[in-house]
């Protein structure tokens, strides 16, 4: 009888060496992130556009096009003034950052949100975070015409 406490014993302890097993294998996934991390390009964001430009002269069509979108989904949170609505305002965003970095942060929200040191200290700021609205590239750049427009671009 001894024998077979011994023996369940032997394979408890088998099972806890080789749980210890996969949990460092759970560690070196964590240094992999941790490198991601450090690897986030804090001015360009990141998603689908890290390589992105603009013709420098207004596109009104488009802007106009941003102002509808902008009316009906953004308007609710963010100024186009320097005002907190529930977000920031828009006054100088094309200047504060990136286009590509804007672009980003419409199109991959949650992804920034989780990635931009930045972004994360805002939290506090905001209470709230910027809901995912699935914006679409077409509709993000019509958004970012209608930002460049307020900004003073013509
Ligand atoms: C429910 C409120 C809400 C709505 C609706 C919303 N946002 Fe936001 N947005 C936020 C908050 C809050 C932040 C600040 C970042 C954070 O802490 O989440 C933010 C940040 C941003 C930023 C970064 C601005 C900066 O100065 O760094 C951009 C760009 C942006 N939003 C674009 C949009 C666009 C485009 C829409 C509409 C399609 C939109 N947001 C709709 C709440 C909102």
Redesign the pocket.
């Known amino acids: 009888m001894k024998t077979k406490v011994f023996y369940v014993i032997a394979l408890m302890g088998f099972g806890v060496v080789s749980c210890s097993g996969s949990n460092n294998e759970g560690q070196a996934n964590g240094e992999a992130e941790q490198v991601e991390e450090v690897q986030y390009d804090s001015v360009l964001g990141v998603g689908d556009f890290m390589d992105f430009k603009v013709e420098e002269g207004l596109n009104s069509g488009l802007a106009l096009k941003g102002k509808g979108?902008?009316d009906s989904?953004?308007a609710?949170?963010?100024s186009l003034k320097n005002d907190v609505i529930?977000?920031?305002g828009w006054s100088g965003?094309t200047e504060?950052?990136q286009l590509g970095w804007?672009m980003n942060?419409?199109t991959n929200t949650t992804e920034m949100?989780e990635k931009d040191p930045e972004?994360k200290k805002?939290?506090e700021k905001?209470k709230?975070?910027?809901?995912e609205?699935s914006?679409s590239d077409e509709d993000a750049r019509a958004?970012l015409e209608y930002m460049r427009q307020n900004d003073g671009a013509k």
Not at 128 to 131: D, I, L, N, S, Y
């Open positions: 979108l902008y989904k953004c609710s949170c963010h529930v977000g920031p965003v504060r950052r804007l942060m419409m949100l972004l805002q939290i905001y709230v975070q910027m809901p609205l914006t958004i």
